[in-house]
């Protein structure tokens, strides 16, 4: 089975400008969420994704936002960036049964966005 | 609120001893899933083992072991017979599993294995 995979490994943009993130679920799973991590700290949550529905999301502001297509695969949208967006963004994808019972996560490498 | 706490920056274990590597938590939630993920430098998190709040006895997976005291809310990840390729950051995390979208992280500790 294939696993997460995301695009693309590094970015770099400058301040102001807006992005995109790309995540392919690994086969069989049907959730994706997003993580952001700063250089030396632990993954932030930023949203889930479900069903192609925002499903649930942390303390992020309004100009993150995400999709999630049919074959789950997702985006990350980022606009108006900032000094601070710089850090490494973790997709992880999970399978979610009907009963709201998660799995495991499984992560990709990452996009490592730099904002100069 | 959830948190997750790793007291230890950095540790150094020599090659082919034991480590462990301490994980603290705080939640008010009766059920609940400690995990500890390996992220080398390429940036991946990588599964390691996982622990549910009602299981009875400690997880094992090959030479990971969790050593879960619920009453003192720790989990702490025991690796045995470290090897070179041990080295990498390794994070604490925790998800409530019914709330299941929020998995909050801990600041991770930075292993390193000496030859």
């Known amino acids: 089975e294939t696993g997460v995979t995301q695009s693309p490994t590094h970015l770099i943009k400058t301040r102001g400008q807006q992005v995109t993130l790309r995540c392919s679920s690994q086969s069989g799973h049907n959730t994706v969420s997003w993580y952001q991590q700063a250089l030396g700290q632990g993954p932030q949550f930023i949203f889930q994704?479900?069903?192609?529905?925002?499903?649930g999301r942390g303390n992020f502001p309004p100009r993150f936002s995400g999709l999630q297509f049919p074959n789950y695969s997702s985006e990350l949208n980022v606009n108006a960036l900032e000094l601070d967006d710089s850090a490494l963004y973790l997709c992880?994808?999970?399978?979610?049964?009907?009963?709201?019972?998660?799995?495991?996560?499984?992560f990709g490498s990452g996009t490592r966005l730099t904002v100069v | 609120a959830q948190k997750i706490t790793q007291t230890q920056p950095g540790m150094f274990v020599q090659e082919k001893e034991a480590v462990t590597l301490d994980c603290t938590y705080d939640?008010?939630?009766?059920?609940?899933?400690l995990f500890w993920y390996k992220q080398p430098s390429s940036g991946e998190m990588i599964f390691l083992i996982y622990?549910?709040?009602?299981?009875?006895q400690n997880a094992t997976e090959g030479r990971y072991s969790l050593n879960f005291q619920k009453a003192r809310k720790s989990a702490n990840l025991v690796i045995s017979a470290s090897q070179l390729g041990d080295s990498a950051m390794y994070f604490c995390?925790?998800?409530?599993?019914?709330?299941?979208?929020?998995?909050?992280f801990g600041a991770g500790t930075r292993l390193t294995v000496k030859p």
């Open positions: 939640t008010s939630d009766p059920s609940y899933g």
């Open positions: 622990q549910g709040s009602y299981d009875q």
């Open positions: 994704y479900y069903r192609e529905e925002e499903n």
């Open positions: 992880a994808s999970s399978f979610q049964s009907g009963t709201g019972s998660t799995y495991g996560y499984t």
């Open positions: 995390a925790m998800r409530d599993l019914y709330n299941n979208n929020d998995m909050r």
